[in-house]
């Protein structure tokens, strides 16, 4: 079983609302990601929980806010975000959450949340 | 810093046939690993093929191939047979740490 879940998969949302996004794994992985992917782009690393501790932030604005309540769970908490913040978010996890990526440390990704921001 | 280059933004293939992508990257790092990732429509990043870099022997899944040329640092995927289903969007990953750089994707169509 290679399975993150998302949810939901589609958001709207209005500039003042606060919402979260959910992801879950049960492959027993000590690190989760979250990635922002916009159309036709590579996704782009927001933060990284290691060990349920957050290792990487990647000076993504404070209008959004990680959370980590357990080694399978992570939410994303959104918050007076913007229009531009509209896009794919993908969550993602690995096997390892050490330092140097090891072998079969392969990233899963989930299938995403698509966000609007109206 | 570490770059991942896909140099064809679009690619297009007859069913059946055969294509290759090409990735380049850059890096002075001698531990790390390399991936190609599908994304179709659904959005869903699928992994497709691993390859790490302290292993000589090209990584062979099923349809899928590469060829590493880690002196030229380049990891082309090559899809024999090409199916319907094969049309998305791939990305080329080059990993170290827990840090994953991806190229910016090729488009590939396959044509019927």
């Known amino acids: 079983d290679t399975e993150v879940t998302q949810t939901p998969k589609h958001l709207v949302m209005g500039m003042t609302n606060k919402k979260s996004l959910k992801c879950e794994q049960h492959?027993?992985?000590?690190?989760m990601y979250w990635y922002k992917q916009k159309a036709k782009k590579p996704p782009e690393l927001m933060f990284v929980y290691s060990y349920e501790k957050l290792s990487i932030n990647e000076s993504v604005p404070s209008r959004f806010s990680p959370e980590c309540p357990n080694s399978s769970l992570l939410n994303l908490h959104l918050h007076a975000l913007q229009p531009e913040d509209s896009a794919l978010y993908l969550c993602?996890?690995?096997?390892?959450?050490?330092?140097?990526?090891?072998?079969?440390?392969?990233?899963?990704f989930g299938e995403g949340s698509w966000l609007t921001v109206v | 810093a570490q770059t991942v280059t896909q140099s064809q933004p679009e690619m297009s293939v007859q069913e059946a046939e055969t294509v290759t992508l090409s990735c380049t990257y850059d890096?002075?790092?001698?531990?790390?690993?390399l991936f190609w990732y599908k994304q179709p429509p659904s959005r869903q990043m699928i992994l497709v093929i691993r390859?790490?870099?302290?292993?000589?022997q090209n990584a062979t899944e099923n349809r899928f191939s590469v060829n590493f040329q880690k002196a030229a640092k380049s990891f082309s995927l090559k899809i024999s047979d090409s199916q319907l289903g094969d049309a998305a969007m791939y990305f080329c990953?080059?990993?170290?740490?827990?840090?994953?750089?991806f190229g910016t994707g090729t488009s590939l169509t396959v044509i019927p």
């Open positions: 990953a080059y990993v170290t740490g827990n840090q994953f750089y």
């Open positions: 890096t002075s790092e001698s531990d790390y690993y």
């Open positions: 492959m027993g992985h000590r690190a």
């Open positions: 390859q790490e870099a302290y292993k000589q």
């Open positions: 993602a996890s690995s096997q390892d959450g050490g330092p140097r990526l090891r072998l079969g440390n392969t990233i899963y």
